[in-house]
């Protein structure tokens, strides 16, 4: 949080209190210098605190997707490692969703004209380091660092635009991941990119996106988990938490419920279009049970979760994985596609099948009928979901930051 001297421990221990305090007094200012003269520290050092801002304009108004629930993710981990930020929002709504009490600023929405003039203000207000989760923010003549973040690569694979776009932004979507110079470009305007993964960081650089050093900020829980689930009743449900694009590669699931017995059920999650609910529903074998939920609330989804035997996907692109970190924590199983960037997630706490095999699937579930490899593999994906908090992330984000602004000196 702060750049000033330390001559020992007990000085660097002395200093992080005073830091810790100093944070939270209802005068602080982040654009004053402040004099550190405690007892039992020789040294006055001078306190200068980085401004660092946080862009917060695609945070929803609702309910959370994916960039709006990191980004907020992102925003508390700041906030409870007591590290100063001021985050960026263009409508006052959208506050209903980030951590409260925090300093913010109201200015344009990310996709107006005014964008190309936000750097202007940022300057104006002090920023020394602004950090962006999307890649997309406005630099013109700015004078602070900026961090953008490249969050996967996955529409280069599979271009085909998210729904509910206008006509002329899904022309310009499939124009722009047609080449890869458009990315390059944005992404040099940077000072330091990030991404989610070493996994999506490792494509990211075979495909020379960037000439920036690429730092990973990774993804976390950001549900209010229960601290046990004694006394959960535990169902034969299977469930899978995410979009339904074809990348998803949820027929296999579908599929895979041929070779398993009828009382297991499976559960989806999340909204579906009429369209591709029907096309699913003509996959679903005979007797088998599928539940389409169309969209669940954070307190749904951990209920089932709970009670679920085990979380399954049988995805073929992710930028990370979130569900699966999150099923980890609640002490269910994961049951998951073979392929890099789970096994950098779920690490030895989860099985895995090939994607297109229906009835690997239905093998991997059985074995759950395990008992000792059954809390084996929970206790190993507890263990695993550690490495993934909130708090974590904020503070490599800061590091980078300090590591910016000490390179500008």
């Known amino acids: 949080m702060v750049r000033f001297i330390r001559r020992d421990q007990k000085q660097q221990r002395l200093g992080d209190r005073f830091v810790a305090e100093l944070a939270h007094t209802p005068k ?114 700015r004078k602070y660092k900026l961090i953008l973040t490249l969050q996967d690569i996955i529409y280069y694979r599979h271009p085909k635009p998210p729904t509910g776009l206008p006509a002329i932004i899904r022309v310009i979507w499939r124009l722009f991941h047609a080449a890869h110079w458009p990315q390059r470009w944005i992404l040099n305007h940077a000072d330091h990119v990030t991404t989610v993964s070493k996994t999506s960081r490792k494509f990211i650089q075979e495909m020379r996106l960037t000439d920036r050093e690429i730092g990973v900020i990774y993804n976390a829980s950001s549900l209010d988990l229960p601290q046990s689930n004694e006394g959960i009743v535990k169902t034969k449900n299977i469930i899978y938490m995410g979009s339904f694009m074809p990348y998803k590669n949820v027929e296999v699931l579908i599929k895979g419920l041929e070779f398993l017995p009828k009382d297991y059920e499976l559960h989806l999650l999340s909204r579906i279009s009429p369209e591709r609910k029907i096309e699913l529903e003509k996959l679903i074998p005979l007797d088998a049970r599928v539940v389409f939920h169309n969209g669940t609330s954070d307190q749904e989804y951990i209920s089932l979760l709970q009670g679920a035997l085990c979380l399954a996907t049988g995805s073929t692109e992710e930028g990370f994985g979130l569900p699966i970190v999150e099923a980890q924590a609640m002490g269910t199983p994961v049951i998951i596609n073979d392929m890099e960037i789970f096994h950098e997630v779920a690490a030895d706490g989860a099985l895995f099948f090939e994607a297109n095999s229906p009835q690997q699937f239905a093998q991997q579930v059985l074995k759950l009928d395990d008992p000792v490899l059954l809390q084996d593999l929970i206790a190993k994906g507890k263990r695993q979901s550690d490495n993934f908090a909130w708090t974590k992330s904020a503070q490599v984000l800061y590091g980078i930051c300090e590591k910016l602004c000490e390179n500008s000196k």
């Open 28 to 141: 602080f200012s982040l654009n004053h210098t402040y004099k550190y003269n405690k007892p039992g520290c020789k040294l006055h050092d001078t306190i200068k605190f980085m401004n660092i801002f946080v862009d917060a304009r695609w945070t929803r108004t609702d309910y959370h997707d994916g960039i709006s629930r990191y980004t907020a993710g992102v925003v508390s981990g700041f906030k409870d490692s007591n590290i100063p930020i001021t985050i960026i929002i263009h409508d006052e709504r959208q506050l209903k969703l980030l951590p409260t009490d925090l300093p913010y600023i109201v200015v344009n929405n990310p996709v107006s004209i005014k964008e190309f003039f936000l750097a202007r203000k940022l300057n104006k207000l002090g920023a020394d380091v602004v950090f962006s989760p999307l890649q997309i923010m406005g630099s013109n003549g």
